[in-house]
């Protein structure tokens, strides 16, 4: 079951998930986050991001590193993540790859933002999902088939419901392989990024690249 969070709109999870580079302001956060189609990924209202901005920094993910002012533009206020932050945001995407809910863009989520755990944890998480489908998966089936005395057509959105289960499980089961037989494109970036905690150049300079032309 999700947990209750002290900032639980995912726009949350993206402002920490981007912020944990470097500090930046919050019309950078957006230009970075709509370059990286975040928007996409999850539900996301723009109009909210200065509050859940505040609410972060209320609730100490976040803290104000200083400002700065570009030209005649009013002066922005810059933010960093906090240790409590990477905490936050940590937990977060755990939750959101481990546990599997009803809102099948929880799991999208957390896949956008997936850099913020390493590749064995992730296995590992994945792992504790996809047993969770599979026990869904059989209790789901066999009350399908207890159910002899109602017409199939008066249980359609149980068996649709099944059919959704059993393709995550089938991806779950896909992607989990290419993490633990290390087939995986950009597996070793993924794990030297946790292992020295530095973001590989290819990565940074694409961050950079979208914060430009955004």
Same mark, same amino acid.
């Given at each position: +079951?999700?947990?209750?969070?002290?900032?639980?709109?995912?726009?949350?999870?993206?402002?920490?998930?981007?912020?944990?580079?470097?500090?930046?302001?919050?019309?950078?956060?957006?230009?970075? +986050?709509?370059?990286?189609?975040?928007?996409?990924? +999850?539900?996301?209202?723009?109009?909210?991001?200065?509050?859940?901005?505040?609410?972060?920094?209320?609730?100490?993910?976040? /803290?104000?590193?200083?400002?700065?002012?570009?030209?005649?533009?009013?002066?922005?206020?810059?933010?960093?993540?906090?240790? @409590?932050?990477?905490?936050?945001? @940590?937990?977060? *995407?755990?939750?959101?790859?481990? *546990?599997?809910?009803?809102?099948?863009?929880?799991?999208? /989520?957390?896949?956008?933002?997936?850099?913020?755990?390493?590749?064995?944890?992730?296995?590992?998480?994945?792992?504790?999902?996809?047993?969770?489908?599979?026990?869904?998966?059989?209790?789901?089936? @066999?009350?399908?088939?207890?159910?002899?005395?109602?017409?199939?057509?008066?249980?359609?959105?149980?068996?649709?419901?099944?059919?959704?289960?059993?393709?995550?499980?089938?991806?779950?089961?896909?992607?989990?392989?290419?993490?633990?037989?290390?087939?995986?494109?950009?597996?070793? +970036?993924?794990?030297?990024?946790?292992?020295?905690?530095? *973001?590989?150049?290819?990565?940074?300079?694409?961050?950079?690249?979208?914060?430009?032309?955004?």
């Amino acid at each position: +079951m999700a947990k209750r969070r002290k900032v639980s709109n995912l726009l949350g999870l993206a402002v920490l998930s981007t912020v944990s580079a470097r500090p930046m302001h919050p019309y950078e956060m957006a230009s970075l +986050m709509k370059a990286r189609g975040k928007d996409h990924d +999850m539900d996301i209202k723009w109009g909210s991001l200065y509050t859940v901005v505040r609410n972060l920094e209320k609730h100490g993910f976040l /803290a104000v590193e200083g400002s700065v002012r570009d030209g005649a533009r009013p002066e922005r206020t810059v933010y960093r993540i906090t240790e @409590a932050g990477r905490d936050e945001l @940590a937990d977060w *995407v755990r939750e959101l790859i481990e *546990v599997p809910e009803t809102e099948h863009r929880r799991l999208e /989520a957390g896949l956008s933002v997936l850099g913020a755990l390493g590749p064995d944890e992730t296995a590992e998480l994945l792992s504790r999902r996809l047993d969770a489908l599979e026990k869904r998966i059989a209790d789901d089936r @066999a009350a399908l088939a207890a159910a002899t005395e109602v017409p199939r057509v008066f249980l359609l959105e149980a068996d649709y419901a099944l059919a959704i289960l059993r393709a995550e499980a089938d991806w779950v089961r896909a992607f989990l392989g290419e993490i633990t037989g290390g087939t995986l494109e950009g597996l070793a +970036m993924w794990r030297a990024f946790h292992d020295t905690g530095r *973001v590989p150049p290819e990565i940074a300079e694409l961050a950079e690249r979208g914060a430009t032309e955004s």
